[in-house]
């Protein structure tokens, strides 16, 4: 049962660099959404999508992109890291509320 | 003021004791309401959703008091398995977008 799968599971980054974050679902879910969680701070929500080729920004979507070409993959763009964006980054899924499955998050160092 | 807030704790409980803790917000228009849970270094599972009159979960019942805009989370009897940080989370009406709170993070003390 892979459920949602993140990939990398760490990762470091210099200022600048940009990466993908990888998130995919085998549960046909339409819903998916990125979350950084900081101390002090909760899960925020980065960005989101109801469906294939349909996004929308969250409360936090400033310098990161994303896309949904399929109903399973939903990557994280980091354009252009900096050190505020070092955090854990969840991916979530789910066919409707209330239950929101996540990955096991992706820790992220931006030096 | 955060939509959603939490006291971030920690609450040091006895293994065997009762605790409870509150989650407020600050949108009347608030539809829905739920608890996570997070393990250390793990991601939030769903723990129960929170109805207008109340659930009850075996040791864990969770209420919701739309006048003064809080939901709650009572854990009875508690184990030290219950040790863990909890979220709530709320969604406006209309929409499937879920707002966390802070988390409060519980220990229990054998």
């Known amino acids: 049962n892979a459920g949602v799968t993140q990939t990398p599971k760490f990762q470091v980054l210099k200022t600048g660099q940009s990466m993908t974050l990888q998130c995919a679902q085998d549960?046909?879910?339409?819903?998916m959404s990125w979350y950084r969680q900081d101390p002090g701070m909760g899960l925020r929500l980065i960005h989101y999508s109801v469906g294939a080729g349909i996004t929308d920004q969250g409360e936090v979507p400033n310098g990161y992109n994303v896309s949904r070409s399929t109903t399973e993959d939903f990557p994280l763009r980091l354009l252009s890291a900096a050190p505020s964006q070092t955090s854990v980054y969840f991916c979530a899924s789910s066919s409707g509320l209330p239950n929101q499955y996540f990955g096991a998050g992706t820790r992220l160092s931006v030096l | 003021r955060k939509e959603v807030e939490q006291d971030p704790g920690p609450f040091n409980v006895p293994e065997g004791a009762t605790v409870a803790f509150n989650c407020t917000y600050s949108?009347?228009?608030?539809?829905?309401f739920f608890w996570y849970r997070q393990d250390c270094r793990k991601e939030p599972k769903l723990l129960m959703s929170v109805y207008s009159s109340g659930n009850e979960d075996g040791r864990f019942t969770a209420q919701l008091n739309r006048a003064s805009q809080y939901i709650s989370l009572l854990i009875r009897d508690s184990k030290l398995s219950d040790s863990a940080t909890y979220l709530c989370?709320?969604?406006?009406?209309?929409?499937?977008?879920?707002?966390f709170g802070t988390g409060t993070r519980l220990t229990i003390i054998p």
């Open positions: 949108n009347s228009a608030s539809q829905s």
């Open positions: 549960m046909n879910h339409e819903y």
């Open positions: 989370a709320v969604t406006n009406f209309g929409n499937e977008k879920l707002t």
